[in-house]
């Protein structure tokens, strides 16, 4: 596509619940990055793909957070049991390299916790 | 500690007129710093990127400019518009680690 795109773009769910966000990178590009940004915050790094491989997790604000990639393109974000203070705007970024040149974001996916 | 310090957190300016936005760091060793411009709602959008060579680079109304002995930055606009109200933020990466050090922005509402 001619950027990235994230679905949902809004997401509210109950607490305990487990949600699923989707990134699709611009073609071509191998690096793809997870952040999460709170009301009012600044940008929290969660994790980034090269290709398909994540070599740091430590982002992962919890185990309940984990993330995949396929095929070098689209990557998901799962959640599982959702709390309150998992709501945030959760940003997709992708790049051609490795923090190579500029990071195209996606629009977000809003998630809120009720 | 790798760290990217904005200021002002806010700001607010009349129609035309001008602003500076300033971005001061702590990363070592540096490797680039980028400017994004993020509308509410929406993901950011690059501006620039700097790497320690440039002292100067320009977007239309925008001009950064690195001072990498100071470790500063700033972001001028010039003329301002209704559209650049939005949050502008300063981003860092050291050569050392894969990971991007973000300022908590600047939020800069234009008036008419």
């Known amino acids: 596509g001619a950027g990235v795109s994230q679905s949902p773009s809004n997401k509210v769910t109950e607490k305990g619940k487990d949600v699923e966000l989707r990134c699709d990178p611009i073609s071509g590009h191998t690096a793809l990055y997870w952040y999460r940004q709170s009301l009012g915050q600044g940008l929290e790094f969660l994790i980034y793909?090269?290709?398909?491989?994540?070599?740091?997790k430590s982002g992962l604000p919890s185990d309940r957070f984990s993330a995949e990639r396929t095929g070098g393109s689209v990557s998901t974000l799962t959640i599982q049991r959702t709390q309150q203070e998992d709501s945030a705007v959760y940003l997709c970024?992708?790049?051609?390299?490795?923090?190579?040149?500029?990071?195209?974001f996606g629009e977000g996916s809003r998630l809120t916790v009720l | 500690k790798n760290q990217v310090e904005q200021s002002p957190q806010s700001l607010i300016i009349l129609e035309g007129k001008n602003c500076t936005l300033q971005c001061n760091y702590t990363v070592s060793p540096f490797s680039n710093l980028r400017w994004y411009k993020q509308d509410t709602g929406r993901g950011p959008v690059s501006l620039t990127i700097m790497t320690f060579s440039e002292n100067t680079k320009s977007n239309g109304r925008y001009t950064a400019t690195l001072d990498a002995d100071t470790k500063q930055s700033s972001l001028h606009i010039t003329a301002s518009q209704l559209s650049d109200s939005a949050s502008y933020i300063c981003v860092v990466s050291a050569q050392t680690t894969d990971k991007l050090i973000f300022g908590t922005g600047t939020r800069l509402q234009v008036f008419p």
């Open positions: 793909f090269q290709g398909n491989s994540a070599p740091d």
């Open positions: 970024a992708s790049s051609f390299g490795l923090y190579t040149g500029e990071l195209f």
